[in-house]
């Protein structure tokens, strides 16, 4: 009973390990010698003798060769998520002599079954001869690394192994290759998103544009005659953001500027829109006598618009040269090209 307990556990905590590794950030080294048989170390650590393929977190990692007979040799390696860094390395015979001493320990099996043919085995790090479906036999007991490549693809994963008995790997490739597709196309997505979102902010801050326009102004000019008078209409665009004091404005004149155009930055607004219709003395007589310029009429409105970004907002002022002004505003979006 305690055997099946503990063999129940032992299966559970491989599970575990297995589901963990699908998920954590690695990447793969694979690490070379002349002569091959170097004892390889990460981080103090042995993981196994050249040549070795091993999985490893991404980041830079001091990595050790030694051989019986060989200077000792240390190398800094970077490795990158999902990429396999090659170390290859020529060990230097010393005069110095070293004993090692192999530690024996049980062994069990490992049966491989994939979904493609032709895949490459590693255990450890260590090549086998064996190609999926196949029963890999004296593998050692307890916890080993095992990676599978196919291709373009390899997948690492850790099992456990109890001495005497039979662990079993099954792998799909062809579910890898749809998840991938699906990642990319979920990643593509985001980068679109991403960049919609850029553009957005670029279009926020563009600024609004504002025309000031006088339509049919009913100026009338008599220079030539001896007497006589002329009309003329003048806006006072007046305008400041909500919560400044100090007023900015823009002025037209019938008789020499009809229309302005400028930018604003986008936000609440108070605008004062001011039109006055003079009477201008003109001809020789009335410019002699000093005659001067009468006012007919003034308009006012105020308004509080919020301006969007992006957007043009023009201001008619109509006169019909009598007694009435009108105005209006026409919104229309300028759909600006940014990148």
């Not at 950030?25 to 050249?50: C, H, M, W, Y």
């Not at 200077?71 to 390696?77: A, D, K, L, Q, S």
């Amino acid at each position: 009973m305690k055997r099946f307990v503990k063999g129940y556990v032992l299966c559970f905590t491989a599970f575990l390990l297995s589901i963990s590794g699908l998920f954590a950030q690695e990447g793969f080294l694979r690490v070379t010698s002349v002569p091959d048989g170097a004892s390889i170390e990460i981080a103090g650590k042995n993981i196994g003798k050249t040549p070795i393929l091993t999985v490893v977190k991404p980041g830079e990692h001091e990595i050790k060769a030694t051989l019986a007979g060989y200077n000792t040799h240390t190398e800094t390696v970077n490795v990158k998520e999902n990429e396999v860094a090659v170390m290859q390395v020529t060990l230097v015979k010393s005069s110095r002599k070293s004993v090692f001493q192999r530690v024996r320990r049980g062994n069990g099996n490992l049966t491989v079954i994939t979904d493609r043919e032709n895949v490459d085995v590693y255990i450890n790090g260590v090549k086998v001869k064996e190609k999926p479906p196949a029963t890999i036999k004296d593998v050692p007991a307890g916890l080993n690394t095992v990676i599978l490549v196919s291709g373009e693809y390899a997948d690492s994963s850790r099992v456990i192994i109890q001495e005497g008995k039979t662990a079993v790997i099954r792998k799909s490739f062809e579910d890898d290759g749809k998840m991938l597709t699906a990642l990319s196309k979920k990643d593509e997505e985001a980068l679109l998103k991403k960049k919609a979102e850029e553009l957005e902010l670029k279009r926020q801050a563009l600024p609004a544009k504002i025309v000031v326009r006088i339509d049919n102004p009913a100026a009338e000019e008599n220079t030539t005659a001896l007497w006589g008078e002329s009309d003329s209409v003048t806006i006072a665009f007046q305008y400041r953001k909500t919560g400044e004091s100090a007023w900015n404005i823009r002025e037209l004149q019938s008789k020499t500027a009809l229309e302005d155009t400028f930018s604003l930055e986008k936000g609440s607004y108070e605008i004062q829109i001011t039109s006055t219709h003079y009477k201008e003395p003109t001809g020789i007589i009335n410019i002699f006598l000093g005659a001067k310029k009468e006012k007919i009429k003034e308009y006012r409105e105020t308004i509080r618009p919020e301006l969007k970004p992006d957007v043009q907002y023009t201001y008619t002022v109509s006169y019909d040269g009598k007694t009435d002004f009108s105005y209006k505003v026409a919104e229309e979006a300028l759909n600006t090209p940014v990148e």
